[in-house]
């Protein structure tokens, strides 16, 4: 792709609020190529934690379209969050490449936001050129998508289940604290897990700083735009409605993908994951699957190491056409 270098700060990001069906979504865009590579952020994520990779495709020569998922930052709510599903957000993703005329793109989806990334790309492959997704392989909503019985009952994907255990955990403390907490505590390579007299933010320990990688300033951003939405859709989807189960009984991708793995992501070692994605199993669904490993990165590689994973997110959308 031929290099341009007038997109390259974070002020030429515009921010607008794009209607998808029926709810004013907010999306931050920067790059005028023809090709479009949408991001999906995942938790405690907003549209900014793409802000490295953002500029960089920008820079490459392509339209790098973020947004806030329903309910989430500066986007609207639904009517009744409870009820919705990680399928929603599916429909969410083709529904903004509609209003955007978007006719074909490239997807990059982290943590939760790689689920409904893959299942848009099985259902809807004519429109997606390939997809791209960082620290979670493909898996399918329902039963069996997290083992929770396979870890302690403190887990915290299991606490965050419950209702209302969250919201009473989370409500000791303003958003900013809970925004630095989370992501201290993700940062980690082991999975957060709370003892039986322990909440989940009990497991925070004010003496460790933030990440190198993550600025007063980033967490300040983040503050402000949790501080808009709440955490009320956050805790339903993606963690009350993972095993909610869709109408797909056996999908498959077809469109190349890469699978970017953090070594030290606490991800791994949820029961069985590592076997899934090493021993090939995923291959199974995702057929065309490329996958890199990155020995020092963790659960937020992005933005730990943004210039490793530009390099890999940029080579990878250089190979395939749209």
């Not at 947004?67 to 599903?85: I, M, Q, V």
């Not at 209302?164 to 980690?188: H, M, P, Q, W």
Request: proline letters at 6%.
């Amino acid at each position: 792709m031929v290099k341009q270098n007038s997109f390259s700060t974070m002020e030429n990001i515009k921010h607008s609020h794009v209607e998808v069906r029926g709810l004013k979504l907010h999306v931050a865009e920067i790059g005028s190529g023809s090709k479009a590579v949408i991001f999906l952020h995942g938790f405690p994520e907003i549209w900014y934690t793409w802000r490295h990779q953002m500029i960089a495709v920008a820079n490459s020569g392509y339209r790098a379209i973020a947004f806030d998922f329903r309910g989430y930052g500066l986007s609207e709510h639904p009517a009744d969050p409870e009820k919705e599903t990680m399928y929603d957000l599916i429909d969410e993703i083709v529904g903004l490449l509609d209003a955007l005329t978007i006719t074909k793109a490239f997807l990059v989806g982290k943590d939760f936001g790689a689920i409904p990334g893959y299942l848009a790309a099985a259902v809807h492959s004519e429109r997606v050129a390939a997809i791209i997704t960082l620290g979670i392989p493909f898996i399918l909503p329902g039963p069996s998508a997290i083992q929770n019985h396979l870890l302690p009952k403190g887990f915290y994907i299991t606490r965050w289940q419950e209702p209302g255990r969250a919201e009473a955990d989370f409500g000791r403390f303003d958003v900013k604290s809970v925004i630095r907490n989370i992501y201290t505590l993700f940062s980690r390579s082991d999975v957060p897990v709370a003892a039986d007299d322990q909440e989940i933010m009990d497991l925070y320990d004010p003496s460790i700083p933030l990440p190198p990688w993550f600025s007063e300033e980033d967490l300040e951003t983040y503050a402000s735009l949790y501080e808009k939405s709440g955490f009320r859709y956050a805790l339903q989807v993606p963690y009350r409605s993972v095993n909610v189960e869709g109408s797909l009984s056996d999908p498959k991708v077809t469109v190349p993908a890469l699978l970017i793995l953090g070594e030290k992501d606490y991800v791994l070692k949820f029961p069985g994951m590592e076997d899934y994605i090493q021993s090939g199993k995923v291959k199974h669904i995702v057929k065309d699957l490329e996958i890199i490993n990155i020995p020092e990165g963790n659960h937020f590689v992005h933005e730990q190491i943004p210039e490793k994973v530009n390099q890999l997110i940029i080579e990878f959308l250089d190979k395939h056409s749209i």
